[in-house]
């Protein structure tokens, strides 16, 4: 035995040298740019590197940090909640009900969310004596509430949407078995049908996440300060341009946290799936 | 409701030639945006599937990098870092000179970077589904490598990839909303001002969302008629 592999060990031929193809070249030139970049970045920031600015900015933007989290996650939430009955409209099978759904979803989902942010904060400003009347204008009086109310209006829409195509990817036999059981619709629905439709659905869920988190920054335009905020106030002071890549560093640590935790969680709830 | 009317009409008493200036900006802008982010992310697409591991990471970190950014992030950095960074080789020759980025172009560069890196992820997952049979029989009827890609392999792909690319030119659409916070005049931007001058917040800001969705349907229905062309195409050879 132990001479067959020595025979097959000594027979076969070295691996020959692999060559500077084209590709290979524009590889290694594109890979060190990035290699020079990223040194480029550590030089300057070293380079940049003062104690002062960092003492001074350090807890602002762990403050923005805070505010763009506590955004994202409460709009997310909310818009959750928001998006149950919206997407049980959806599939309604009452023209006028689905209708209505239809167009909710597809005015948030084909205008720009800094738009909608406009029109909450500075447009219904327009309507402060009819707010006031209601006992409303202390909430849209804030940015901070309406950009709130903004980002959940926006996120229901796209998750309603999510936990529609999830539903419907669920083959209709599923239903029609609950029902065999003796199972009610929404035990069905509890136990059988959102089981699936969640396997489906966690990856658009996990991009809706990044998505809030990315588009969490337009608020800063309407003076939240969040991380961006903070970044922009930061700058506005110092003129100083690593404030900036301070911000993208963060961002970027976020988004990639976020998603391996959706990649993790998705190879866990996935095992039954594979072969 | 005379007043709205009024204020929507066109010409000195109305806003509605100021609106369409900035419609033609953000038309323009996604215009010129899509081939540089759509040649882009093809290239950055090739070097992501190539045999070279080298070459693969390098498009790796060009998509991690942009698709983790905040978009608004994007354009701020290439707007003030390009500023600084002309400034400084403009400063190495006349020390007194100053320029100015023009915001369309850096607009056009950051959304275009945005928008490669996502298309790069959609070309992907086209490529996948072209088989390898076909790259080989391109090879064994004599054709370069080159020319299987441009002559057999680039229309299929294409088809595969082009409703994941319309999705994306929806959103390059919105994005584009987003220059208005770099000063170029586009809906929003020109909405605002209407806003401010006639306080007349609410009226001139369903008008720019509405423009929004006009744009959006007018796409959907323009991109329907490519897709109806492309599949006939498909089926005639």
Redesign the interface.
């Known amino acids: 035995m132990s001479t067959a592999i020595d025979a097959a060990r000594v027979e076969k031929p070295p691996a020959p040298p692999r060559p500077w193809t084209g590709e290979r070249i524009a590889g290694a030139v594109l890979l060190g740019l990035w290699i020079l970049c990223g040194i480029g970045l550590v030089v300057y920031l070293a380079a940049a590197w003062n104690p002062e600015l960092f003492d001074t900015y350090l807890p602002y933007y762990l403050s923005g940090l805070g505010v763009t989290l506590t955004l994202v996650g409460v709009s997310i939430v909310l818009g959750a909640l928001l998006s149950v009955p919206v997407a049980w409209m959806r599939l309604s099978r009452n023209p006028i009900v689905a209708g209505i759904a239809y167009g909710y979803v597809y005015f948030f989902r084909g205008t720009p969310l800094l738009a909608q942010t406009f029109l909450i904060y500075y447009g219904l400003g327009s309507f402060r004596p009819e707010l006031q009347a209601l006992g409303l204008w202390t909430f849209f009086r804030e940015a901070w509430y309406c950009a709130i109310f903004a980002f959940t209006l926006n996120t229901a829409a796209y998750q309603a949407e999510i936990l529609r195509g999830a539903i419907a990817s669920v083959p209709r036999g599923q239903w029609e078995a609950g029902s065999a059981l003796g199972l009610s619709k929404l035990q069905t629905l509890w136990k059988i049908v959102l089981p699936q439709a969640l396997v489906v659905a966690l990856r658009p869920y996990g991009n809706e996440i990044i998505l809030m988190i990315k588009g969490s920054a337009i608020v800063a335009i309407i003076t939240v300060y969040d991380l961006m905020g903070e970044t922009r106030r930061a700058y506005s002071r110092t003129f100083d341009f690593q404030t900036y890549i301070w911000a993208a560093v963060i961002y970027l640590a976020i988004v990639e946290l976020l998603r391996n935790v959706v990649d993790w969680i998705e190879r866990r709830i996935t095992v039954h799936l594979k072969r | 409701m005379q007043d709205a009317w009024t204020l929507l009409s066109w010409g000195p008493e109305g806003w509605l030639d100021e609106i369409a200036s900035g419609v033609q900006v953000t038309i323009l802008l996604a215009l010129a945006t899509l081939p540089l982010g759509l040649l882009a992310g093809f290239f950055v697409a090739v070097?992501k599937r190539?045999?070279?591991?080298?070459?693969?990471?390098?498009?790796s970190?060009?998509t991690?990098?942009f698709?983790?950014?905040?978009?608004?992030?994007t354009l701020?950095?290439v707007f003030?870092?390009a500023q600084?960074g002309v400034q400084q080789v403009v400063r190495f020759f006349s020390p007194d000179a100053y320029v100015e980025i023009n915001s369309f172009v850096a607009g056009m560069i950051a959304l275009g970077v945005v928008f490669s890196s996502y298309a790069s992820e959609v070309f992907l997952s086209a490529f996948k589904a072209i088989p390898q049979g076909q790259y080989e029989g391109g090879y064994s009827v004599g054709l370069s490598k080159g020319q299987t890609m441009r002559l057999v392999v680039l229309p299929q792909l294409i088809r595969i990839a082009l409703p994941g690319l319309s999705n994306l030119w929806?959103i390059l659409l919105?994005?584009?909303?987003?220059v208005?916070?770099i000063g170029l005049s586009d809906i929003?931007r020109q909405?605002?001002i209407a806003?401010r001058v006639t306080?007349?917040?609410?009226?001139f800001?369903?008008v720019?969302?509405l423009i929004?969705?006009v744009l959006?349907?007018v796409s959907s229905f323009g991109i329907g008629a490519i897709e109806r062309r492309v599949a006939q195409k498909g089926t005639a050879r």
Do not use: H, Q
């Open positions: 070097a190539s045999d070279e591991p080298m070459l693969r990471l390098a498009g970190i060009y991690t990098i698709r983790g950014l905040p978009e608004l992030l701020f950095v003030y870092g600084i929806l919105k994005d584009t909303a987003l208005s916070a929003l909405a605002g806003a306080k007349e917040a609410f009226l800001f369903a720019a969302c929004y969705l959006a349907i």
